[in-house]
């Protein structure tokens, strides 16, 4: 890996309600990692290469905390039915496909090549439930250059037989194989622990999950609190369970000793609030998704004002495009909704919220990542909004804000991945 | 103009519940107008040159009910407030500027370009008060080859003075000769009659505004019932008015002898649709903005059960896009909000229901227009979805779907109004 020193207008989040914006600044890299932004190179770095971006924006790679690789095949499609519905008519048939790996093959080549050419340069993934399409999948994103957690995904009851795995044993055996042979072949690709969700996970492949989270230390990915009648199937079949997240949490599987990403927690009660804060888990705010399904809309800047964290999220195929500036722009506009229709005591999202969710909510999942904060890996998005027709000059907040609701991949110049050019 | 025939895959309306879907169809355009879809080429369509879409989708021209040309300049900027005070920090200060020719004529030309590249044949356009600038807006609407009606819009009161007209006979005056001078140079591009809306508007101006309808036999638009605070504002202004739009009715100026588009309808009262109704008055649906500026949803399905003129509008800049497939999925998004926060009794729109507004509900205000129907002015786009992967062969309904959550520019392949191609 080069070391060099690139210059342009960055754009990067201090804080959930503040942008930190740098004209004409010069940002070394050494080691893929940033070493803050100057606006004169200083003497240590002079030696570097300079990639000079013009005024061209220059964002943090964005991170997608929940999406289904999968389901990309039919995204835009099927936006008619609630989720448990949804899962049997459009998701489960699909799912059962990538049994066929020149069919995953084909699909996934779809999915990575639209995740290249998104912002988004870190993603937690779930592939399905057959290992040898989940190591394809894993194949092509590190090929890639983008960094990601990817889980062949756990299911062994309240399923179609096309994809249910046979038995909880079977299942644990399978997913060890296949995390072994990822631990193997990848370096920027890593296993997440994926059980679906509580509804299609028997306690006995629960409790396997946890010993091989034992065994091998792993993260681990789920849904937890979209829409009320899976929230009301969970209580049936978790009836011990004083809230959703408890039955994950009596497994040992919520986060606190290994870290946890939960999507969607669109109706967390205050007690599984309460368990997500001192667990540490992260939500994956789903905007586009929850609409789509119409689950409802996560109050997410009441999680940012409790300190938890929560990250964005495209959820494709719930939502429709991997673009997460489109995740942001229906995470303001969802938050305005439910402001207006159902609750005024919790504030919309400002732009500066959506940007700090996209960049450093999802980062911290993965590193020092989402700032170009000394010490953090340089992951940045390079944007030419010239093709934007504006009669005047915009100052970059504005470029910032227009972009969220206006780019798409033809504004995506150059992209760059802990430090690594990967167009 | 050339009679020819288009084939292709054609999709249309036949309800607001109901697709029409003819593969591999022929349809004959003679003097600009639908002679209906065949299997075959009918005999005395025989010697017409053929143009072969190949499996490419043919949909109606859409209609844009309502969209403000000079805030196309700030679209995708400025979405942190409410309407009244988004109206003076961001709207106000940049129709100002179109007092300025140039500055104009060069901002239009961005608008006008977008608008050309997007799936709207048809627009109901607010311009600005100054009529300079409205008439070169017009005279590009016009060599684009698109149809439109255009307002000059009118405002003497509760507006800073760099935007109002010194009184209300100037304010006519000045109308009436726009209103002969676009006359007299534009076939396709028509004035329409815009009171900004009934806080900007004193009576001397409405009673002016009538007199010209009478005189010249204008269609009318205007906004009703967007947000709270302006419908309390009118109350005030108006409190002899039962409703908002009696506000408009005690002028005449509300449908009935002549056309007229309100738009948003937020938060009309029974009494409101009872006079909607009565009248005739087109609804401008405009889904985006109303969730950008917190306004709220329209209870659209409902307006549709009630046989009222609805269509779909991007009321850009309230609204960030031109493209009405995206009003499509933001409809189809915000009513879906709606009924999970706010009230199960209406339910969200279908697909099928949010294309019908797009392309039948506008339609209608501008003649036949619309549908593929015999007699209907063929107005269509031809998309190309063919960069949008699948791993496999879609349906055409399922190709809709997504290219209303996925599709932009570069998808249009073709546009053709009133028989016309335009690009």
Known sequence: ?????????????????????????????????????????????????????????????????????PQFAFRGLGMDMELLDWLNSYTFPEEAKYSD???????????VDSLVHS?????????????????????????????????KVNMDRNCPDTVREPDAKTAVRETE????????????????????????????????????????SLPVQSHLSENFGEIAWVRELSPASGCYGEAYQRFGLFGG??????????????????LIRQNGVFIAHSPESNMNLASGVAPVSRYLE??????????????????????????????????RLLD???????LEQAFYLATVGGGAFFGKVGRFAEGYDFDAVVLDDSSLFHPQPLDPRSRLERAVYLADDRHIA?????GKKIF
């Open 414 to 418: 150059a992209k760059y991945v802990a």
């Open 344 to 350: 005024d005591s919790i504030r919309p999202l400002s």
């Open 119 to 151: 912002t988004t340069t870190r993603a937690a993934i779930f592939a399905t439930v057959h290992p040898a399409a989940t190591l394809g999948l894993m194949a092509q994103l590190e090929q890639s250059g983008l960094r990601s957690y990817v889980g």
């Open 177 to 216: 194989r296949w995390i072994c042979d990822a631990g193997s072949r990848f370096h920027h690709t890593k296993p997440i622990l994926t059980p679906r969700f509580i509804p299609t996970c028997s306690d006995a492949l629960m409790a396997g999950l946890k010993d091989l989270q034992r065994k091998y």
């Open 257 to 274: 000793d290994h870290p946890c990403i939960m999507a969607h927690c669109v109706h967390s009660t205050d007690r599984e609030l309460e």
């Open 101 to 111: 790996p020149a069919y995953a093959e084909k699909a996934y080549a779809g999915f």
């Open 1 to 69: 890996m080069k070391d060099f020193i690139i210059k342009g207008c960055f754009l990067d989040s201090e804080s959930p309600e503040k942008l930190r914006i740098v004209e004409a600044g010069y940002l070394p890299v050494v080691g893929g990692v940033c070493r803050g932004i100057f606006p004169v190179i200083p003497e240590q770095f002079q030696p570097l290469p300079v990639t000079d971006c013009g005024d061209k924006l220059i964002l943090p790679g964005m991170s997608d905390l929940h999406v289904h690789a």
């Open 306 to 339: 409790l300190g938890l964290n929560v990250g964005l999220a495209t959820d494709v195929a719930g939502g429709s495009s991997l673009s997460l500036l489109r995740a942001m722009m229906h995470a303001i506009q969802a938050s305005k909704l439910r402001w």
